[in-house]
């Protein structure tokens, strides 16, 4: 009987207060990222050591929301030839693998997951957090797209011309097709946010996620994608310039590659 006048009052009261958490919801972004703010200035930082090759690969979205969000991390590199005696010694036989206060952890969504939240820039309410997946899950899905175009080349059934032959032809359809596809999405989602970010109007894992990957993209070492494939897309373009453009993103990129 109490349990059911406490459920029925419980009830009540949350149907009384949602709409007016609801209109407190445009505060919730501004306060969140403070309180974060000063949580990572003040509080216990995690001591992080993220380990991967030299390259940016899938490592680059964890280590720039680090720089981004200002979370210090020991950004070990581990060269081509070193790998095959660590390889046994690492968690899945990959990398790259994170350490988090003596735990290692394997998985790069992991952990662009877990700095997302230390950092705030995974957002904690969860319909925010539905859209960071999506984007995150559209990017992966290019990735996804472009991966067998790479791996062709280290298929040992093949002979080095055939391999490059069916390379081509992937990177064709790639870069007449499927890469504007989602280079258009992006930019719909973009138009629909309307902040210049994907979600809300401060940076996100989804923001450093994709911007990671149209710097790959016009990096021209991917052959037969143009450099140019961002370009017909302004919305995404801008998107890239501002992200590229913020201070700490530069001294980043001064430093690394
Ligand atoms: N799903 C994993 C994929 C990791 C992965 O594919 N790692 C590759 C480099 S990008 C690797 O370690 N290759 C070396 C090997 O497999 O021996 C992640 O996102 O962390």
Redesign the pocket.
């Known amino acids: 009987m109490l349990r059911t006048v406490a459920g029925v009052g419980a009830g009540f009261a949350l149907g009384y207060c949602m709409p007016k958490l609801d209109a407190l919801a445009p505060l919730a972004e501004p306060v969140e990222q403070a309180l974060h703010k000063l949580h990572l200035q003040f509080g216990p930082k995690p001591n992080i050591q993220l380990t991967y ?1 030299d390259i940016a ?2 490592a680059e979205k964890v280590r720039l929301t680090c720089v981004v969000g200002k979370l210090p991390f020991n950004d070990v590199r581990v060269s081509f030839e070193q ?1 095959p005696k660590l ?1 046994p010694t690492s968690k899945f ?4 693998m994170m350490e988090v206060d003596g735990t290692t952890v ?4 992991a952990m662009l997951n877990y700095v997302g939240k230390v950092t705030g820039m995974y957002p904690s309410e969860p319909k925010k957090a539905l859209k960071v997946d999506e984007v995150i899950g559209l990017h992966e899905d290019l990735w996804g797209a472009i991966r067998p175009s790479i791996l062709v080349m280290r298929d040992p059934k093949l002979s080095q011309k055939e391999a490059q032959r069916r390379q081509a032809e992937m990177r064709k359809e790639l870069a007449d097709e499927k890469i504007p596809a989602i280079l258009g999405f992006f930019e719909k989602m973009l138009a629909e946010n309307g902040t210049g970010f994907f979600v809300g109007s401060t940076p996100t894992t989804a923001d450093i996620a994709v911007y990671t990957q149209l710097r790959a993209l016009q990096a021209g070492y991917l052959d037969g994608i143009p450099k140019t494939c961002v370009d017909p897309f302004p919305k995404l373009k801008a998107f890239y310039n501002q992200i590229n453009s913020r201070p700490e993103v530069e001294e980043w990129y001064k430093k690394k590659k």
């Open positions: 090759f690969g899938v790998w390889k036989g990959q990398l790259p394997a998985q790069s969504s």
